[in-house]
Nanobody
């Protein structure tokens, strides 16, 4: 089974950018579709973006479409989330997840990272 570790979170002003990375180890990364989810205090964990095993299919929540970009580098066992035009509402812990198919459903993902905090100040 693959282990996942997120990095790249931090504090940024509204309108700024961050790039999150998720490094996979201990398994065959290219077998996994990957997703990014986020959880704000007092809220459910919600879907942000997903990418298929080859990277050919990408999906986004409407709230981040046009601002966030998901990508992957199978040679580096890493999935990325480029976040631009950040808003205070994007503040959350961001998690990467791996599963058999790219989907918005968190129940479909088997492996999860520990999360990285993103805080956007307004």
């Amino acid at each position: 089974q693959v282990q996942l570790a997120e990095s790249g979170g931090g504090l940024v002003q509204a309108g700024g950018s961050l790039r999150l990375s998720c490094l996979a180890s201990g398994g065959t990364f290219s077998w996994y579709a990957m997703g990014w989810f986020r959880q704000a205090p007092g809220k459910e964990r919600e879907f942000v973006a997903a990418i298929s095993q080859s990277g050919g299919n990408k999906y986004y929540d409407d709230s981040v479409k046009g601002r966030f970009t998901i990508s992957r580098d199978n040679a580096k066992n890493t999935v990325y989330l480029q976040m631009n035009s950040l808003e205070a509402e994007d503040t959350a812990v961001y998690y990467c997840a791996g599963g058999g198919r790219a989907t918005t459903l968190k129940s479909e993902y088997e492996q999860w990272g520990q999360g990285t905090q993103v805080t956007v100040s307004s």
